[in-house]
């Protein structure tokens, strides 16, 4: 089935290398160049990763401007500081997003991304169709998300073609002056620390 | 002419915004090729290189392509045999449909 | 080899390479700016085949003019990209 594009194929029923990976499993514990043990650390280890951490270090940039520099020069130690073990990653860099730049994150090689603080990327971003046009029209994509950016911003795209790993520090959503960092953590999605949308707006209350 | 995997700039389509559940396969593709790594016997380098030679890069799933790739390196490297592996892979096969 | 400075015109090289590439198709040929450094590397184009990649290469973060990358770009001219490129897939731009 091939119309011209490439696409990911997805798959509904079990993918034959399921047995294939649980072969590998099998054989380097059998042959003790691996243990079990050191298999599920790795699994727990990526399933604690999570968005919420990189809502926690934006949240914390939006209240406390010295984390904030300290964040956008030095990401891993700043990640370090809120209990966030980012030290796997080769190097991490956030770029901030102002009244004049909105950034958006891609890897058009292979679908880098940073799991050290976020956990796996969502399959769109592993998608053909996002490594694709992301770089060539970010404006287009970004309206397939439902966001388009103010009159007069200028949109600057970051493809993670080194081991670098790339995240978004939004900018804090207006009316929320009096949210403490916690509420203000619950603002920020996943989809806005990649730059294909921005943080929720606070709920109105009353 | 670029690599198969070079796909900046290409044309496409929509993108699909649904997720899949991520099944237990896939997480044990993440955790072993990190095991490896972190055992010295696998590099990310070494890795993407392997997955970017597949060539059904185009027909296979992300997690697929890393699968494919693992394998080609321990192979590879002599770690494991293609031969090992099938017969394994078929005896878990065999065990999964309860036969 | 050349050492770049942020601010300095660059082109990435146009260059065919067998195997294990980290400058994308999309960049060759074109033109832009040292945006900043981002320290010094053993080249993973060697290290994907178990090579040392030493000696240690530079790593720029390079930025172009989306305007400059697309027929047809749809945006304003400031909108650009950044692309973190190795020095060996880059040289001086009036450079022939």
Not at chain 1, 72 to 81: F, H, I, P, T, V
Not at chain 1, 99 to 115: A, D, E, F, Q, W
Not at chain 2, 28 to 36: K, T
Not at chain 2, 68 to 80: Q, R, Y
């Amino acid at each position: 089935m091939s119309d011209g594009h490439p696409h990911e194929k997805v798959r509904h029923e079990r993918s034959p290398y399921a047995a294939r990976i649980r072969a590998m499993e099998a054989l380097l514990v059998e042959k003790g160049l691996l243990t079990e043990a050191e298999i599920q650390d790795r699994i727990a280890y990526m399933d604690s990763r999570s968005p919420a951490n990189g809502a926690k270090l934006v949240a914390r940039a939006w209240t406390d401007p010295e984390f904030k520099e300290r964040l956008l020069s030095g990401a891993k130690s700043a990640a370090g500081e809120l209990g966030l073990d980012a030290t796997h990653e080769a190097e991490l860099i956030v770029v901030e997003n102002t009244p004049g730049t909105h950034n958006l994150i891609v890897c058009t090689l292979c679908s880098c991304y940073p799991r050290a603080v976020l956990g796996r990327p969502p399959d769109w971003y592993k998608s053909f169709e996002y490594r694709s046009r992301a770089v060539r029209e970010p404006r287009a994509v970004m309206r397939e998300f439902g966001f388009e950016p103010e009159e007069g911003v200028e949109v600057a795209v970051h493809d993670s073609t080194a081991d670098a790993r790339y995240m978004v520090l939004p900018m804090r959503p207006p009316g929320t002056e009096d949210m403490g960092e916690e509420e203000l953590a619950t603002l920020v999605t996943r989809d806005a620390l990649i730059g294909v949308s921005v943080p929720k707006a606070p709920s109105r209350a009353g | 002419m670029s690599g198969v995997h070079d796909l900046g700039g290409s044309s496409g389509g929509p993108v699909d915004r649904s997720q899949h559940e991520v099944e237990d396969w896939e997480r044990l593709a993440d955790a072993i090729n990190s095991a490896l790594g972190g055992r010295g016997l696998q590099t990310t380098d070494q890795h993407r290189r392997a997955i970017e030679s597949l060539p059904n890069y185009r027909d296979l799933g992300y997690y697929e392509r890393w699968t494919a790739a693992t394998e080609k390196l321990l192979v590879e490297k002599g770690i494991l045999t293609s031969e090992e592996i099938d017969e394994k892979a078929d005896e878990i096969e065999r065990r999964w449909s309860g036969s | 080899m050349t050492s770049f400075h942020p601010g300095d015109r660059v082109r990435v090289r146009a260059a065919e390479k067998p195997g294990h590439v980290r400058a994308p198709d999309y960049l060759k040929g074109r033109s832009g700016w040292i945006s900043s450094i981002l320290g010094h590397f053993p080249n993973p184009e060697d290290l994907a085949y178990g090579l040392s990649g030493m000696p240690e290469r530079t790593l720029y973060r390079v930025g172009f003019r989306q305007s400059g990358l697309w027929d047809g770009y749809e945006g304003p001219a400031g909108d650009r990209l950044y692309a973190d490129v190795y020095e060996h897939w880059l040289e001086p731009e009036g450079e022939q």
